[in-house]
């Protein structure tokens, strides 16, 4: 038991000046590991900062209201099909929507702040046998499977 408690002071001993410079950047907890008594909440109030500064570094062009013009999407395979379901819940917006259609995605365009989105496909469709229907907030587009054809088609979408 002896060994353990050891082991664990041997963690907070740790030089982690040394520890930083070798991993190139200040880490934000080694303040935190001397038992200073702070709360809980207090000991990890710095992973969420530490996590956004990661982020930010590691996708500097990263916008998060780009992801407010995005559609919440779902994707259904069968063994012919490959069915993908965007939630749409305006129609007017709906409307202004440009499909687009490859042998691995579905693009939406004509999104706010023109933007787009794309839809990777989990198989390889055939573009041409692509239907799409646009009824109660959903657009629901099914397409049949088929080799691999990187051109892109429109979509003609119903309005119900």
């Known amino acids: 038991m002896a060994d353990s408690k050891n082991n664990n002071n041997s963690f907070f001993d740790m030089n982690w000046k040394n520890f930083e410079q070798f991993f190139g950047g200040k880490l ?16 990890m109030a710095w992973v969420e900062g530490y996590v956004k500064d ?3 570094q590691s996708i500097p062009n990263f916008n998060p209201t780009m992801l407010k013009h995005h559609f919440q999407t779902e994707l259904f395979e069968t063994h012919n099909n490959v069915i993908v379901k965007v ?32 839809i990777r496909l989990a198989s390889p469709v055939a573009p041409e046998s692509c239907k799409a229907v646009y009824k109660n907030g959903i657009m629901q587009f099914h397409m049949r499977k088929q080799s691999a054809d990187e051109n892109y088609y429109e979509i003609d979408v119903r309005y119900l």
Not at 28 to 43: C, E, K, V
């Open 54 to 56: 990661v982020l930010k």
């Open 87 to 118: 939630h749409i819940p305006d129609r007017t917006q709906a409307r202004k929507i440009r499909a687009l259609i490859s042998a691995s995605q579905v693009r939406l365009e004509g999104l706010p702040e023109k933007s787009a989105q794309t």
């Open 28 to 43: 934000p907890f080694p303040g935190m590991m001397n038992g200073s008594g702070a709360s809980g909440d207090d000991q």
